[in-house]
């Protein structure tokens, strides 16, 4: 077979299952050998699922799109923690080099109200979508490419607002979260936008209508741990919620609409 | 969530997630300015009887303390009603624990994986706080004719027990854990999170929050070393 026969790893992996969200599910023990510390973790999930497929087993289902670490779709709680040991990495990006040979690796989805699980691992996601849709856009009209220095923006601000779009939306700040809180992915949105001119038009109707979802969706209160920046794999910094915090408050007793005058909105 | 709906902003603003932490950061200024006036009220314990049983007398004697206890009463009220609340959702937030889940390292820590319980230690404390002080035994003397509450007396007796003295500074621990993640919580969550000065107040915090509880802790402990004497 291959030139890993002998070299490669063996380890023992418990992985949860469950057959669909309204039902319950387990811990189930497998043992993948002959792993190669080159491959990567979803590749290592991708060559137990052909063992079980060859054995007549259902395969164990995962997200994954990408592979790249920038789309957000792989998830896994590795060992108890989002997207596994490594920082700054997504478990796409995670490869088996660091694990040891015999190891016992446990296998969890993201674990959240807000994020049933649709099978096995795999967990839906869409909440993050609805959280966006409420406000993470922008709907100024534009209009053509602007002369490029028309509009100043501070090089500070561009530099904290590229920051925050680096959030890839995965969730994992989420299931980092002692109480399942999205603020570190809200918070990201809101700077994202709200930093540069474009979006600061909307700023305040934008941080109302976010969080306000982000509350009806079942997503915790944020306690200050930073269990979510430390987890993300974008890095994104507690300052986001600082600023999400304090745009709150601002667009809660001082609303303004673009023309400096007070605004009501629902 | 009833009020969402409503047009009046304040009013969702109080039932909205970041609401209710940011009423409950300000409440926790306000608890922390009031421990602090007490940590220093308390320290007349070392001039000896008559200052401290004149300063609790010209205290309880300003026709305003009853207006002040109350606006402390609802501060802490405040302060548990959102506690409770806020930690019934988090709780709801995550209906499936984790099989396994470690603590990155770098982020949560005992203090602020615990607040829900030091808190609650605080609540047992403070209802058995007022009860052996605030409406403990009530002995009287007097100081040029003014009759006074001794709560000298009261405080070197209390402490004779070795236990009560045991269960204050246990508490007293919980405080400082407690402090120790919420004051620089304060910060974060009315929003003022820089690079350039968090660092430092969250040293400044941890600091203030060590102070308190450790002076809080002498108090007990000089108590019973006098009545020991």
Redesign the interface.
């Known amino acids: 077979m291959s030139e890993y026969d002998n070299n490669g790893m063996t380890l023992f992996l418990?992985i949860?299952r469950q057959k669909c969200c309204s039902e319950k599910?387990e811990?189930v023990n497998y043992t993948v050998k002959n792993i190669s510390a080159d491959v990567s973790f979803l590749e290592m999930l991708d060559i137990l699922n052909q063992d079980l497929i060859k054995k007549g087993e259902e395969p164990v289902v995962f997200d994954h799109d990408c592979r790249e670490g920038i789309c957000g779709a792989c998830s896994l709680?590795i060992?108890?923690?989002p997207h596994g040991p490594e920082?700054l990495t997504t478990t796409c990006q995670l490869h088996m080099r660091k694990f040891k040979d015999g190891d016992t690796i446990?296998i969890?989805p993201f674990?959240?109200?807000?994020f049933p699980?649709v099978r096995d691992l795999m967990v839906d996601r869409t909440t993050l979508d609805d959280v966006i849709t409420s406000g993470g856009y922008i709907s100024a009209n534009t209009g053509a490419a602007p002369e490029s220095n028309a509009i100043p923006v501070r090089q500070e601000n561009a530099e904290l607002s590229m920051d925050a779009a680096a959030c890839i939306g995965c969730g994992a700040c989420v299931a980092?979260c002692?109480?399942?809180?999205a603020?570190l992915f809200v918070g990201a949105k809101v700077s994202h936008l709200g930093l540069l001119p474009q979006g600061k038009l909307e700023a305040q109707e934008r941080v109302?209508n976010m969080?306000?979802k982000?509350?009806?969706l079942?997503?915790?209160?944020?306690?200050?741990?930073?269990?979510?920046?430390?987890?993300c794999p974008k890095g994104i910094k507690?300052?986001n919620?600082?600023?999400?915090?304090?745009?709150?408050?601002v667009s809660?007793?001082f609303?303004k609409n673009d023309s400096g005058t007070k605004q009501?909105?629902? | 969530m009833g009020c969402c709906s409503s047009n009046n902003n304040k009013f969702y603003y109080c039932s909205s997630s970041i609401g209710k932490k940011q009423l409950m950061a300000i409440s926790a200024v306000m608890l922390v300015g009031f421990s602090i006036a007490h940590m220093i009220g308390n320290v007349l314990i070392y001039f000896g009887p008559k200052y401290i049983n004149l300063y609790g007398y010209h205290l309880t004697s300003n026709l305003l303390l009853p207006l002040a206890e109350l606006l402390l009463a609802s501060i802490f009220i405040v302060h548990i009603i959102f506690a409770v609340i806020l930690v019934v959702e988090n709780y709801l937030a995550r209906p499936v624990k984790y099989h396994m889940k470690v603590n990155s390292g770098r982020g949560a820590n005992f203090a602020s994986a615990t607040m829900p319980w030091t808190g609650a230690i605080m609540l047992v404390f403070l209802i058995f706080h007022l009860i052996n002080f605030r409406f403990g035994t009530i002995y009287m003397t007097s100081y040029d004719g003014i009759e006074v509450r001794d709560v000298y007396r009261l405080l070197i007796e209390f402490f004779s027990n070795p236990l009560n003295l045991v269960l204050y500074v246990t508490a007293m621990i919980a405080f400082a854990f407690h402090l120790g993640h919420g004051i620089q919580s304060i910060f974060q969550t009315v929003g003022i999170n820089s690079p350039k000065y968090t660092p430092c107040i969250q040293k400044l915090c941890l600091l203030l929050s060590l102070v308190l509880s450790v002076m809080f802790s002498t108090y007990p402990i000089w108590s019973y070393i006098k009545s020991i004497q």
């Not at chain 1, 674990?111 to 807000?114: F, I, P, T, V, W």
């Not at chain 1, 919620?241 to 408050?249: D, G, K, M, Q, V």
């Open positions: 418990k949860w599910g811990m709680v060992n108890g923690e920082v446990v969890e674990r959240a109200k807000a699980v980092a002692g109480n399942a809180s603020m109302h969080v306000k982000m509350d009806e079942g997503f915790g209160n944020c306690t200050n741990e930073a269990e979510c920046e430390a987890v507690l300052t919620i600082a600023r999400l915090n304090r745009e709150f408050a809660s007793f609303k009501e909105w629902s």
